[in-house]
């Protein structure tokens, strides 16, 4: 709509709801508790604005959708260097990185030359000093990866702590640190055990633990075993070995 048409629109007496909704496709905050002449207000001084530095003839929806275009143009790089790593599922964890200006240059010049790495390392219930991981993995880093940005790991272990470290061999095959990622745990692979409910009240904003009224596990199921005549139940095998014994015997 242009701003004419939007002008004539207001004058026609439209509804307190069709005006709360035509403010929110402009991308305006509406409160709840606003009357009609206060959304009318708001809808105009929008217009001003908008129109004092574009075109009056160019519509309205043009100008927010610009504005749209623009928020959603993130950068390429933040220029610091961080290592982050997420659980995804049990399976797979999820690392992703960005650089300084140096530390690119470092990598990409490393990963040319075949000596840029990221590890992965299973560091569950240990103080890791770099050297103490339970196992490593590990993937060679190539100028195209790099600039992706991120990389996804298959673990083996659910319920695992996993630590991530990026870095590349020197002229004596020894693993330099670069990037240090945070401790993540993937979850488990199988249905919890835990007999405790967490509930959250959203009005008083309260978490609650409380034991289940049902058991999450499964009683076991006995096993009805092969009986013999005259013999109590589950003693009917045993018995027979005894008398297969005196039989070989000749007793």
Do not use: C
């Amino acid at each position: 709509m242009k701003g004419e048409e939007i002008l004539k629109w207001l004058d026609s007496n439209p509804s307190i709801q069709e005006l709360k909704r035509f403010a929110k496709s402009l991308g305006l905050r509406v409160k709840k508790a606003m009357k009609k002449k206060e959304v009318i207000k708001l809808i105009k001084e929008h217009m001003e604005s908008a129109f004092s530095t574009t075109d009056s003839s160019s519509g309205v929806s043009a100008t927010v959708q610009r504005r749209e275009e623009k928020d959603l143009n993130l950068p390429k790089t933040y220029d610091k260097n961080k290592l982050v790593l997420m659980p995804v599922n049990p399976y797979v964890v999820f690392a992703y990185w960005d650089f300084d200006q140096r530390t690119r240059e470092l990598m990409k010049q490393k990963a040319r030359e075949g000596k840029a790495v990221i590890r992965l390392y299973d560091v569950t219930f240990i103080m890791f000093n770099g050297t103490n991981a339970h196992r490593t993995f590990e993937h060679r880093l190539d100028e195209l990866t790099l600039d992706a940005g991120n990389f996804y790991f298959n673990v083996p272990m659910p319920r695992a702590d996993y630590l991530s470290e990026m870095g590349y061999f020197d002229d004596e095959g020894k693993f330099v640190s670069v990037l240090r990622s945070n401790v993540i745990r993937t979850p488990a692979a199988s249905p919890s055990t835990s007999s405790r409910e967490r509930w959250y009240d959203l009005k008083n904003k309260k978490r609650t633990v409380v034991l289940s009224e049902g058991s999450l596990i499964k009683p076991v199921e006995k096993i009805r075993g092969v009986t013999s005549p005259g013999f109590p139940s589950g003693q009917g095998m045993m018995a027979q070995g005894i008398m297969w014994e005196i039989f070989r015997s000749g007793r």
